[in-house]
């Protein structure tokens, strides 16, 4: 059998290993990258980066840290597989939508009794449950879903948080944000 590399072939393939090397060794030394390089990696990697997280405040003050579930993937994970330390009685998990539409959830694969806050385009809220917690996908027991509901948005808590003593219908949360909702909404229908 003919070898079918030659003395310069062998040269070029040393040659070229020896190039990836100092080249694998110059990248690796000049990993310290600033805290704007990261920014962009974030942004690049999540085109919502600058819109994910939002406060919403309470009419008595009290603010919810809220991320916003804005892709399908997202909204169809929502909370399924959280454990009840990786989500404080402080935080909010928002399904952003673009439009009014009838809607209700069902909660499988929950580690902890959930509120779940039905919020029309103003955050003005519309209607709120309280669902059990369901851990797994399998019923039965039957997995719990909400009444269908008239809303632009939905809003889910724990449902031990301090918070849901103070839910009423027709109270209004407050969108507290660098970005106003109007900036928000655009940036997501661009990224769509």
Same mark, same amino acid.
Not at 124 to 128: L, Q
């Given at each position: 059998m003919k070898s079918f590399i030659t003395q310069s072939g062998t040269k070029l393939i040393k040659n070229i290993l020896l190039g990836g090397t100092f080249l694998l060794l110059a990248c690796n030394s000049g990993q310290q990258h600033n805290s704007s390089s990261k920014t962009e990696e974030a942004a690049a /990697?999540?085109?919502f980066a600058e819109v994910r997280?939002? @406060?919403l405040a309470m009419p008595s003050g009290k603010v919810i840290d809220t991320k916003l579930a804005i892709t399908s993937a997202e909204q169809t994970k929502g909370l399924s597989g959280t454990k009840s330390q990786d989500f404080g009685p402080y935080d909010g998990l928002l399904f952003f939508y673009l439009q009014d539409d =009838? @809607? !209700?959830?069902? *909660?499988?694969d929950t580690y902890f009794d959930l509120a779940i806050i039905f919020l029309d385009s103003d955050f @003005? %809220? %519309? !209607?709120?449950e309280i669902a059990p917690h369901h851990p797994g996908m399998t019923e039965p027991p039957q997995i719990y879903r909400t009444k269908s509901y008239l809303c632009r948005h939905v809003l889910e808590i724990r449902a031990d948080s301090p918070l849901v003593a103070e =839910? /009423? @219908? !027709? *109270?209004? =949360?407050k969108l507290i944000s660098k970005i106003p909702l109007s900036k928000i909404e655009s940036k997501i229908r661009l990224s769509r």
């Open positions: /990697q999540d085109p997280e939002i @406060k =009838l @809607k !209700g959830f069902w *909660m499988p @003005k %809220v %519309v !209607g709120y =839910l /009423q @219908k !027709g *109270m209004e =949360l």
